[in-house]
């Protein structure tokens, strides 16, 4: 069982950076590929970013190169660094991990098993 909490989250204006953390629990988060995912009013869940045990990562087109994920295996930590954030991006924010491979890249909603509460995320105009 693994359980993930979100922090970081708050309101910023356009242009503007936030940087969200994601705690795990358990010994075995260095085996746990990790994700990001955003989920605004009314519409559906999707995928950010994510980085897999041997530390690869993806990002989704809409955040690369503006948003960029790490893990310190040390801590337990996932972070999700976000630069020049746009109105758009705001939404509720959630981490999510799976056991995987060191090569097992992870983007899918359904394929995660754990989920932390979510944290939110404004940017005003």
């Known amino acids: 069982q693994v359980q993930l909490v979100e922090s970081g989250g708050g309101l910023v204006q356009a242009g503007g950076s936030l940087r969200l953390s994601c705690a795990a629990s358990?010994?075995?988060?260095?085996?746990?590929?990790m994700g990001w995912f955003r989920q605004a009013p009314g519409k559906e869940r999707e995928f950010v970013a994510a980085?897999?045990?041997?530390?690869?990562?993806y990002y989704s087109d809409s955040v690369k190169g503006r948003f960029t994920i790490s893990r310190d295996n040390t801590k337990n930590t996932v972070y999700l660094q976000m630069d020049s954030l746009k109105p758009e991006d705001t939404a509720v924010y959630y981490c999510?991990?799976?056991?995987?491979?060191?090569?097992?890249?992870?983007?899918?909603?359904?394929?995660?098993?754990?989920w932390g509460q979510g944290t939110q995320v404004t940017v005003s105009s």
């Open positions: 980085i897999t045990s041997a530390g690869s990562k």
């Open positions: 999510a991990a799976k056991w995987a491979p060191p090569g097992t890249v992870v983007v899918r909603t359904t394929s995660y098993d754990y």
């Open positions: 358990g010994r075995t988060f260095s085996s746990y590929a």
